[in-house]
């Protein structure tokens, strides 16, 4: 499959991440249907989409796109409860949670959502997970198509971050990773090639800050210094955008987290 052949594309979760890739997906002019559990879920993520603070409103009125630009790309978008709507799309992204778990993802539920998936969606489709964590070929194992299966990480908020890990496992085809590349740089990202890894245990970033955080907590646990120092011992000191302390609230959720 060629980038020309992605026409529609299919969004497991209506929540922050699913949300932002519809946005930017309709965005870049592709017709996008996303699945949730729920109408009210979905009627959210729409809102969202159109008001949210980096919606399509603020968007016009910041001059990255126009008026005419918001209603061509919103009537490209479609929600649905049912998985049978996405049946004939070109390209699934899964972005689920942990479906009210203390985890932010859920890889029994990714395992049965993906077999399901599998059994509607036409066979020459590309299934594509956006986890930050789990093994890919772990979940691709969940269906017949492990040479189309790949992992697709967008970061948060997924239309403004730029970066996407393409994560790929032996048996998927290198037409496969390059066409995720490419669909990436077209809606505006910068993809980074990662090799899939057993273990479960994150890919590039994560890891990388994960370890950052990891020494960040045991400077305040020892009494070295205060989490506030610690962030600006890194903003100030290495020009970061922001500390490896997390002080924000929770995230929107769709309904499998």
Known sequence: MKLEDIRSIGIMGGGVMGGGIAQSAILAGYDVTVRDLKD????RTKDTIINGRFGLKGGVERGKHTQEQMDQALARLKTTTRVEDLKDCDL???????????????????????KEMDEVVKKEAVFASNTSRFTIADLAAATNRRDRFIGMHWFSPANIMRLVEVTYTPEVTEDVIVLIEELSKKLGKTPIRVKDVPGDTGFVG???????????MKIVEEGIATAEDVNTAMTLGFNWPAGPLPTGGPSARSGWQ
């Open 40 to 43: 009210e879920i979905l009627a």
């Open 206 to 216: 994560n890891r990388v800050m994960g370890a950052v955080r990891r020494e960040a």
């Open 92 to 114: 699934i992204i899964e972005a689920i949670g942990g479906s009210g778990s203390q985890e932010m993802e859920n890889k029994d539920l990714k395992l049965r959502v993906f």
